[in-house]
T-cell receptor, first 112, second 116 residues
Framework: TQLLEQSPQFLSIQEGENLTVYCNSS?????LQWYRQEPGEGPVLLVT?????EVKKLKRLTFQFGDARKDSSLHITAAQPGDTGLYLC????????????FGQGTELSVKP | KAGVTQTPRYLIKTRGQQVTLSCSPI?????VSWYQQTPGQGLQFLFE???????NKGNFPGRFSGRQFSNSRSEMNVSTLELGDSALYLC???????????????FGDGTRLSIL
């Protein structure tokens, strides 16, 4: 059972376009973390959202945590080839320490 | 500050053998978690160690085990290797001083295990 449904799985766009990646669940999480992973490397943490309704911005990336803490989104404005990679959302549950539940990931390809 | 270090980076084993992977967390981090990443299943949680005790466990068979040492370094062991164990094994550490979630997880670059 996939507790975190991430969509789309694959996305190929042109440089300058905008995109949104969604992460949905029927379960409540205490926090949602977003990672980016490049081939041959481990995931790198982009952001952690903790409060329902929270919005965080990281340059051209905007992250949102749903009011009910069951879903999250990542929006990229004016995508660049350097944004290419695997984007992963991961949910944490209360008092479960380091255990993260990951979505399947979104493979993003930004063509120049 | 040094990141999470995993060794070795690559391993090739045959069915039936056993393997031990090592993870050195970020200095000061006491929580170490292990994940298996495959194309079909994505990232799946194996187990977590905190202060030398297993705190959480995923849904993997008993062939997968781990331990943590007093310096927070961790090892995971897989016995009686199967073809399906071929994967990228990732280790992550976090500060997590009180056992709460919400702490950022910092990942190493993984060990690529191939079973022939």
């Amino acid at each position: 059972t996939q507790l975190l449904e991430q969509s789309p799985q694959f996305l190929s766009i042109q440089e300058g376009e905008n995109l949104t990646v969604y992460c949905n669940s029927s379960s409540v999480f205490s926090s949602l973390q977003w990672y980016r992973q490049e081939p041959g490397e481990g995931p790198v943490l982009l952001v952690t959202v903790v409060t329902g309704g929270e919005v965080k911005k990281l340059k051209r990336l905007t992250f949102q945590f749903g009011d009910a803490r069951k879903d999250s989104s990542l929006h990229i404005t004016a995508a660049q080839p350097g944004d290419t990679g695997l984007y992963l959302c991961a949910g944490a549950r209360y008092n479960q320490g380091g255990k993260l539940i990951f979505g399947q990931g979104t493979e993003l390809s930004v063509k120049p | 500050k040094a990141g999470v270090t995993q060794t070795p980076r690559y391993l090739i084993k045959t069915r039936g053998q056993q393997v031990t992977l090592s993870c050195s967390p970020i200095s000061g981090h006491r929580s170490v978690s292990w994940y298996q990443q495959t194309p079909g299943q994505g990232l799946q949680f194996l187990f977590e160690y905190f202060s030398e005790t297993q705190r959480n466990k995923g849904n993997f068979p008993g062939r997968f085990s781990g331990r943590q040492f007093s310096n927070s370094r961790s090892e995971m062991n897989v016995s009686t290797l199967e073809l399906g164990d071929s994967a990228l094994y990732l280790c992550a550490s976090s500060a997590d001083p009180r056992g709460y979630s919400n702490q950022p997880q910092h990942f190493g670059d993984g060990t690529r295990l191939s079973i022939l």
